[in-house]
């Protein structure tokens, strides 16, 4: 017999305990509003997406969780890039960036990273339900009824004035609206996995990430807090298909193999984790809003990880998100133009950080980026936007046209 379902009320539901969801959920509590957050799964748990960007820092600050993030990351203070048509690295430092005020960023593990921004959450106000699925939102004139199913098999259902879909890459009410557009230049696949005793650069340097590109795509190497090192490669489209029966470790360590500087650090370093794999990379969903509910992060749109934006992306988003929605609740005269403002910034992220990425598959803007000229201030404003300043005053897409 079905179980009996069990019926509540609230503001706000948001869909997802990841960056954007626990980020909404804590500013929208703050405010005073009755927030409820489902999260399916239950944290501490895995997440790839470790590398944050500067910009990140400020919004730690504002969250109140600034010292718990210096606990648990490594200071990140350049990006080096290594191509193999290029004899040099590229080591971006973001102390040289255009704003001095955001010189490093962490790399965490998103277990940890994802489980403070959650308690944060609950700590505020919102009501945080682990190990709790949502299934179904139906929209009426004055809000939505969503329907979650507990782990248990219980059923219940909400009654709520605005939904935030906040589930990532489950693009949960994309899918159900059939709204999700995959993005062909960017269609690639990913592997990965941590390993111990990898060759990293000493002192201050340590927790730099690189980025090396290879015949099929590129690698991350991001050092964590605990020695472990995070490596994954991101493949053009064709690769996986190579994998040949081959264990998803067999394949990434051959894969490794295809890239001699990264092979060379990883020499006397082993595997300690599971190899996870992703494919169907890029997409976006064709409206951010509706009118009462609205899209963040990963549910919105995800881009390749290659400039670590992600996690900023989502919780900037998830920042213009609480405003919108804090808006739409208090003062519905002004919902059309809160959600256009919205809707403005939340495809400005993806958008411009999707524009620059596309230009690198480009060999002649590689070369560009690999030698950037300062004159234009070109460096100055590629370091910004590797900081993840694309939302404040600093000029740099005068500087960027050239690409
Ligand atoms: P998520 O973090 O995915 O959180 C969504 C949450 O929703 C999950 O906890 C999920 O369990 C929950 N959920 C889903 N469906 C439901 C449901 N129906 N009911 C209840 N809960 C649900 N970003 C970076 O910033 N730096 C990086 O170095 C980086 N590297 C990456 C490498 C790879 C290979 C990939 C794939 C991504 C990478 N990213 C990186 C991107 C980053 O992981 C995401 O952009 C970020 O996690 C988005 O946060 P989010 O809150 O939108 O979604």
Redesign the pocket.
């Known amino acids: 017999a079905a179980a009996e379902v069990s019926e509540r009320d609230c503001d706000v539901l948001v ?9 909404v959920a804590t500013l929208l509590a703050e405010r005073g509003h009755r927030v409820t957050l ?4 239950h ?1 501490p ?1 895995f ?7 500067p910009a ?1 820092l400020q919004l730690f600050d504002k969250l109140g969780v600034g010292d718990e993030m210096r606990a648990i990351g490594i200071e990140k203070h350049a990006a080096e890039f290594v191509s193999p048509d290029h004899d040099c690295t590229q080591t971006f430092r973001f102390a040289d960036a255009w704003d001095k005020s955001m010189p490093y960023a962490y ?1 965490v593990r ?1 277990s940890e990273f ?1 489980h403070i921004l959650l308690r944060n959450a609950a700590r505020k106000g919102a009501e945080v339900i682990e190990g ?4 179904d939102v139906e929209f009426h004139a004055d809000g939505a009824s969503v329907a ?1 199913e507990r782990e248990d098999g219980r059923r219940e259902r909400w009654q709520a004035r605005f939904v935030i879909d ?5 693009t ?1 009410l994309a899918n159900r609206m059939r709204a999700k557009h995959r993005n062909p230049h960017h269609n690639s696949s ?3 996995g941590h390993f111990a005793n990898a060759k990293r650069h000493c002192g201050s340097a340590e927790g730099n ?1 690189s980025i090396y590109w290879f015949e099929h795509g590129w690698f ?1 190497f ?1 050092p964590l807090a605990d020695g472990a090192t ?1 490596v ?1 490669a ?1 493949t053009w489209p064709y690769y996986m298909k190579r994998r040949n029966g081959r264990s998803l470790d067999a394949f990434l360590l051959d894969t490794i193999a295809l890239c001699p500087p990264l092979a060379e650090r990883l020499g006397e370093a082993r595997l300690v984790s599971d190899v ?1 794999a ?1 494919g169907n ?1 890029s997409y976006t969903t064709d409206h951010t809003h509706g009118d009462h509910y609205l899209l ?5 749109a ?1 881009i390749d ?1 290659v ?9 900037q ?2 920042f213009y998100g609480a405003e919108a929605v804090d808006t739409c609740l208090r003062q519905p005269a002004q919902k059309r133009a809160a959600l256009a403002r919205f809707d403005k910034a939340a495809r400005h992220g993806p958008r411009q950080f999707s524009w620059f990425i596309y230009r690198m598959t480009n060999p002649t803007m590689r070369d560009l980026f690999m030698g950037p000229r300062n004159p234009l201030r070109v460096k100055d404003a590629l370091i910004s936007l590797l900081a993840g300043d694309i939302y404040g005053k600093t000029p740099i897409w005068a500087s960027l046209a050239v690409f």
């Open positions: 869909i997802g305990g990841g960056p954007a969801g626990s980020t489902l999260e399916k799964d944290h748990r997440h790839i997406g470790e590398s944050l960007l990140n790399q998103r994802d709790c699925k949502v299934k979650a906040a589930s990532g890459r489950d949960f990913a592997l990965y990430i991350w991001i995070s994954g991101v996870h992703t990379f963040l992060g990963d549910a919105y995800f990880p400039f670590s934006s992600g996690v900023m992306l989502a919780m988003g998830a």
